[in-house]
T-cell receptor, first 112, second 114 residues
């Protein structure tokens, strides 16, 4: 069975601090996809990144970066120099092509 | 390009009734997935449709069903509503099947069962 764990339920940081959101996944499949989504207060889920299981390269997009480590089954997300607009619930998710499993989410509050 | 639209946005029903929710995907997208979001269970996958065929199904009872039309619009139906069906129902569309590319989510339909 697939499972996604986001151990941090809530995180509060002050603007301009860096913050890392942890994601640990479980799957028996060798081919799978990992995702991060952002859900701002408006409620609409926003896609951030997709990574397949064969691509362990880390990725950077502006202030966002992702660290994928198959050895520890982790796909962590770092926001550098956080901003108030980053306040949202962030979900990590896993798909094997037959099922799509979300983690419980981490609520990030960035205080001015 | 218009985004994913869901109707209605809000719905109030009573136990035992049935409900139909609608989702219009982004033009050109053939895959539509449905998810249920509740405070207790979080986000859970319901089903995925591609070219009018159900491709995948999550772990929900048979009271939850769906279909997709030739224009890729999708509907989901919940029969014999229970209090626990109160949730935000999200629809997402993508170009390809089985989530191999980006999903675009709609704003959701908030269902309240009294």
């Amino acid at each position: 069975a697939q499972k996604v764990t986001q151990a941090q339920t809530e995180i509060s940081v002050v603007e301009k601090e860096d913050v890392t959101l942890d994601c640990v996944y479980e799957t028996r499949d060798t081919t799978y996809y990992l995702f991060w989504y952002k859900q701002p207060p408006s409620g609409e889920l926003v896609f951030l990144i997709r990574r397949n299981s064969f691509d362990e390269q880390n990725e950077i997009s502006g202030r966002y970066s992702w660290n994928f480590q198959k050895s520890t089954s982790s796909f962590n997300f770092t926001i550098t120099a956080s901003q108030v607009v980053d306040s949202a619930v962030y979900f990590c998710a896993l798909s094997d092509g037959q099922n799509f499993v979300f983690g419980p989410g981490t609520r990030l509050s960035v205080l001015p | 390009k218009a985004g994913v639209t869901q109707t209605p946005r809000y719905l109030i029903k009573t136990r035992g009734q049935q409900v139909t929710l609608s989702c219009s995907p982004i033009s050109g997208h053939r895959s539509v997935s449905w998810y249920q979001q509740t405070p207790g269970q979080g986000l859970q996958f319901l089903f995925e449709y591609f070219s009018e065929t159900q491709r995948n199904k999550g772990n929900f009872p048979g009271r939850f069903s769906g279909r997709q039309f030739s224009n890729s619009r999708s509907e989901m139906n919940v029969s014999t509503l229970e209090l626990g069906d109160s949730a935000l129902y999200l629809c997402a569309s993508s170009l390809e099947v089985d989530w191999v590319d980006e999903q675009f989510f709609g704003p959701g339909t908030r269902l309240t069962v009294l």
